[in-house]
């Protein structure tokens, strides 16, 4: 059972381009989250979907940012309009339930982007 | 050797040394926790879970103590090895809540 598959593991992009980020989650498994990080700091939380659904997005940007998850294929983070301050690594986690039963999340292993 | 996660962001202890990780929350209402384990350049990793009705649960050579009383959750590490080197965080949520919150994390060095 492959865990969660995120790519591509690194990408840059120039200032004004979209970056979009894919995410796999395990086998099974029916919610996603997204958390950005930046260095040497905490993991924060952007969204979180089930299929085809946005449960919670309280941590997104209002703008340029948009997440989904599809009934078919992985979930998608994209970024429009890049900006430098977008740089960081994103992470995505999955879990077979909702994080309401207490459930851990098991993360990939990132996408770093960096923004040139 | 034993730090507390927001005032000392970094721990060196010597190998075959015990660890302990300290975290602070804030939420009274969480009532469940997980530590991560995070390598350079990799996504965080689950060490160990509990639950708020717990106030300590033990794993391979790692152990998790709750105090609810004053909000603070450690992580111990028996004998600490070379590969246990990461960064440690400490998450809590609540169970109307969607989303796990992660502390700043602990930087664990472990000195041959």
């Known amino acids: 059972n492959a865990g969660v598959m995120q790519n591509p593991r690194h990408l840059v992009r120039r200032r004004g381009q979209e970056a979009r980020l894919r995410c796999s989650p395990m086998k099974g498994h029916s919610h996603v989250y997204w958390y950005r990080q930046l260095p040497e700091e905490g993991l924060k939380f952007m969204v979180y979907?089930?299929?085809?659904?946005?449960?919670?997005e309280s941590g997104m940007p209002k703008e340029r940012f948009s997440a989904e998850f599809p009934k078919e294929g992985p979930s998608i983070l994209r970024i429009q309009q890049v900006v430098r301050g977008d740089s960081a690594a994103y992470f995505c986690?999955?879990?077979?339930?909702?994080?309401?039963?207490?459930?851990?999340?098991?993360f990939g292993q990132g996408t770093r982007l960096t923004v040139v | 050797g034993e730090s507390v996660g927001l005032h000392l962001p970094t721990l060196s202890v010597q190998e075959g040394d015990n660890s302990i990780i300290n975290c602070a929350y804030s939420?009274?209402?969480?009532?469940?926790f997980i530590w991560y384990k995070q390598e350079s350049g990799k996504g965080p990793q689950f060490i160990i879970d509990?639950?708020?009705?717990?106030d300590k649960r033990q794993g391979q050579r790692v152990t998790v103590l709750l105090n609810k009383t004053v909000k603070h959750l450690s992580l111990q590490i028996a004998a600490t090895q070379p590969g246990d080197s990461a960064v440690y965080f400490c998450a809590e949520t609540f169970n109307t809540g969607n989303q796990f919150y992660f502390g700043t994390g602990t930087s664990l060095t472990v000195i041959p």
């Open positions: 509990i639950r708020s009705n717990m």
């Open positions: 979907l089930q299929k085809e659904n946005i449960i919670d």
């Open positions: 939420n009274s209402a969480s009532d469940y």
């Open positions: 986690a999955s879990s077979p339930r909702g994080k309401g039963t207490g459930t851990e999340a098991f």
